[in-house]
Nanobody, 124 residues
Framework: QVQLVESGGGLVQAGDSLRLSCAASGRTFSTYVMAWFRQAPEKEREFVAAISRSVGSTDYADSVRGRFGISRDNAKDTVYLQMNSLKPDDTAVYYC?????????????????WGQGTQVTVSS
C-alpha cells in the first residue's frame, strides 16, 4: 500500500511557473513508476508525465513537452512536476499516481495508487 499526498497547487497567471510535489509513504517508493495526470472540469483524466523507477526515463504529453519537467528524489520519497510557461489550458486538478509496472505508461488504469489531487488554476 502506498499513500500519496500532492501539494504546491495554486492560482497563477499565464506565463508563471509552479512546482508540484507528491510525497509518498508506505512501501518502497523507488520500486514504483510515478506519473502525473490532470483532470479539467467536464473532461476525462489525461496523462501529463511519467518517470521510471530508476530516473532513467521520462515521458511527456505533447501538450506539456518542453514546458513541464518531472523528477523524483528516491531518498525523499517524493516526485515533482515543474511547470513553466503555464497556460489557461493547464487549469485542472493534478493527480500523482504510482504504478507497479516495469514500464512507463500513459494509461491511468495501470497505476494502482492515486493521491487526492491539487488544484492548479491559470488565469489569462
Amino acid at each position: 500500500q502506498v499513500q500519496l499526498v500532492e501539494s504546491g497547487g495554486g492560482l497563477v497567471q499565464a506565463g508563471d511557473s509552479l512546482r508540484l510535489s507528491c510525497a509518498a509513504s508506505g512501501r518502497t517508493f523507488s520500486t514504483y513508476v510515478m506519473a502525473w495526470f490532470r483532470q479539467a472540469p467536464e473532461k476525462e483524466r489525461e496523462f501529463v508525465a511519467a518517470i521510471s523507477r530508476s530516473v532513467g526515463s521520462t515521458d511527456y504529453a505533447d501538450s506539456v513537452r518542453g514546458r513541464f519537467g518531472i523528477s523524483r528524489d528516491n531518498a525523499k520519497d517524493t516526485v515533482y512536476l515543474q511547470m513553466n510557461s503555464l497556460k489557461p489550458d493547464d487549469t485542472a486538478v493534478y493527480y500523482c499516481a504510482a504504478g507497479n509496472s516495469r514500464f512507463l505508461s500513459r494509461r491511468p488504469r495501470l497505476y494502482e495508487y492515486w493521491g487526492q489531487g491539487t488544484q492548479v488554476t491559470v488565469s489569462s
